[in-house]
């Protein structure tokens, strides 16, 4: 069974849409994929709304075990990411998490 950590981010304070997104999508990628171990990324900004959402973004990082994940985070390789991550997210707000499918069946559901 793999993990995965949830993260939920908030952009700085005044930084355009666009210029986090720049950060976020096209600079931040290849940091993260330097991570010993980590499997999948995804990244899931939210979307421009007529309603202030409390997040920008969603990131997820998949990886085998929550040891993978420690071993990660403390990696050097892991530096750069933090240290990238001060030009464009005001807090970072996450947990690890394992996924379940909820597959429909009659009215109420089944979990796998």
């Known amino acids: 069974m ?47 709304h007529r309603k202030s959402w409390p997040y920008d973004g969603m990131a997820e990082l998949y990886f085998d075990t929550v040891d993978d994940v420690r071993t990660a985070f403390a990696s050097p390789q892991a530096e750069p990411l933090h240290e990238h991550e001060q030009h464009f997210l005001d807090t970072i707000d996450w947990f690890i998490a394992t996924e379940t499918t909820v597959e429909p069946v009659g009215e109420t559901g089944t979990v796998r």
Request: hydrophobic residues 45%; without cysteine; glycine residues 4%.
């Open 2 to 48: 793999s993990v995965k950590i949830v993260a939920m981010l908030k952009a700085l304070p005044g930084l355009s849409r666009e210029d986090f997104l720049t950060y976020w999508q096209q600079e931040h990628p290849a940091l993260v994929w330097q991570l010993p171990g980590l499997r999948t990324y995804r990244q899931n900004p939210a979307i421009e």
